[in-house]
């Protein structure tokens, strides 16, 4: 069974902008990623007091560091474990990009639909997205703190959204 470490891209966006965005009691609260993939965020995260829960539909060849893995939509996921001691690391597939994830076309439904459960929720978030006028004008009543530290044309557009 290999062990799974984030890239360098995941560190540097944690360093320099994810991680800028977190709660600062973060070791106080349950920490939830709604979308799989390679969990690299939550596997950067220092403090190890809060429970750890992720959720993804596929299974790995490599260790997870977590207290409860699931397998179910983000709406339920979401549902089931927001409270107000909650704090949500969001990084669904980005708007117009969805062919990178093996989606064939632009999904706005599913976009809309994480919007409106954010939006509702009783804890805290940060989403993570590239910098796209769709998104930001949907989330333009929430923090957006865009990526200026960057050259990397990729990075550069990434932004993160937060409820706090």
Partial sequence: MKEHFPGRKTKYLFDNLISK???TNISSQIYVEPFGGTFAVGNLLNDN????IYNDINTYDFKIDADIIEHMDFEDLIDKYDSPLTFFYVDPPYYDKEYVYGLKKRDTDFHLRLFY????????FVLSYLNNPFITNLYKDFTIITNETDR????SHEIVIKNF
């Fill in 21 to 23: 965005a977190f709660p």
């Fill in 49 to 52: 007091q809060y429970k750890k």
């Fill in 117 to 124: 459960k954010l939006k509702h929720i009783k804890g805290k």
């Fill in 152 to 155: 990397n044309t990729m990075r």
